[in-house]
């Protein structure tokens, strides 16, 4: 229920094209799950490659540095829906980028990350970063 609710808040966001999920787990604390989520969530680099349906986890990894808190960089683990994309801080050895392309092509995008360092985890809903979102607020007057 609160995953359609705010799949609707999200959707109703000018020239977005895709609701993403953000899945942080392994976090120190509940705290620091939502603090690496919400860095994820909000890095316009990795927005612009879900706009671009670009499955470039390099951008995640840099939102995870960015946000300050605890991540094991050698215990790392990132997925795009179901693919595993990246597992013990480097590239899955079962990764296929074409399969990563492909999945960034739908309506609906989940990233969920492993840091490594504990149990806890948060979960985060936000949208691509499109060139519509920027002219329709670039050219917005109150």
């Known amino acids: 229920m609160l995953h359609d609710l705010a799949h609707q808040i999200v959707k109703d966001g000018e020239g977005l094209t895709k609701f993403v999920t953000v899945k942080v787990m392994g976090a120190e604390s509940k705290r620091a799950a939502r603090i690496i989520a919400k860095s994820i969530a909000n890095s316009p680099l990795v927005k612009t490659a879900i706009a671009g349906e670009d499955p470039n986890w390099g951008r995640i990894v840099a939102a995870i540095g960015k946000a300050g808190e605890a ?71 109150s």
Do not use: F, S
Request: proline fraction near 3%; include cysteine; hydrophobic fraction near 40%.
């Open 71 to 141: 991540a094991d960089r050698d215990r790392l683990a990132i997925w795009l829906g179901d693919i595993l994309v990246a597992k013990d801080g480097e590239v899955a050895p079962t990764y296929c980028e074409q399969q990563g392309a492909a999945y960034m092509q739908g309506p609906e995008i989940a990233i969920t990350v492993d840091v490594g360092v504990g149990k806890e985890a948060a979960t985060i809903w936000t949208c691509d970063l499109t060139k519509d979102y920027i002219a329709i607020n670039a050219d917005y007057r």
